[in-house]
């Protein structure tokens, strides 16, 4: 049963990252992985007044040859996590805004090696809560985010 209020979205779906400047990342949409993880090429932790920030970079899209973006934010915490092999890493997790279907949220995501996975991100449940509902025979169901738009928002003169 979909709870009134709820956004329906297919089993993956486009996703931004504003905060971060990722303007679209696919990602999978994962009901049975507690947090979300994102994949990171480079990861670089530094100190900054007495809080660690995370220096790393992302290749939005997945593929091999797109741009890599770089981004930055403060750790939030540093924990073990059990992927779905049952192998235990320790990975840094970082606070910020995801936005999907024109829904934005506040979550915590985790910085990890998913080079071998087909998305570059996993939305976990934790992301998800009461907000969305997953219709796993749906795929890209709220679509790609306009990046042409976000561009030009970013820079009028463009």
Same mark, same amino acid.
Request: one cysteine or more.
């Given at each position: 049963? &979909?709870?009134?209020?709820? !956004?329906? /979205?297919?089993?993956? =779906?486009? !996703? ?12 999978? &949409?994962? $009901? ?5 993880? @994102? ?12 809080? +660690? ?5 992302? %290749?939005? %899209? ?19 996590? %059990? ?5 235990? +890493? ?5 606070? $910020?805004? /995801?936005?999907?279907?024109? $829904?934005?949220?506040? &979550? =915590?995501?985790? !910085? ?5 996975? @087909?998305?570059?991100? @996993? ?10 509902? /997953? ?16 561009? @030009? ?6």
């Amino acid at each position: 049963m &979909i709870e009134s209020g709820s !956004l329906l /979205v297919g089993w993956r =779906e486009w !996703l931004v990252l504003p905060e971060l400047g990722i303007p679209a990342i696919k990602a999978k &949409i994962d $009901t049975g992985a507690r947090t979300s993880a @994102l994949h990171v090429d480079t990861l670089e932790v530094e100190e900054r007044d007495g809080v +660690t920030w995370l220096r790393f970079s992302v %290749t939005a %899209t997945g593929r091999k040859h797109a741009p890599r973006i770089e981004c930055a934010a403060p750790a939030i915490a540093r924990r073990t996590v %059990t992927d779905s092999g049952g192998h235990e +890493t320790l990975r840094w997790f970082i606070r $910020t805004r /995801v936005e999907l279907g024109g $829904t934005g949220v506040d &979550i =915590e995501i985790n !910085l990890t090696d998913r080079r071998n996975m @087909l998305f570059p991100m @996993l939305l976990g449940r934790s992301a998800l809560s009461d907000r969305f509902a /997953v219709a796993p025979g749906l795929s890209y169901r709220l679509g790609r985010p306009n990046l042409r738009k976000k561009a @030009l928002d970013a820079n009028p003169h463009g």
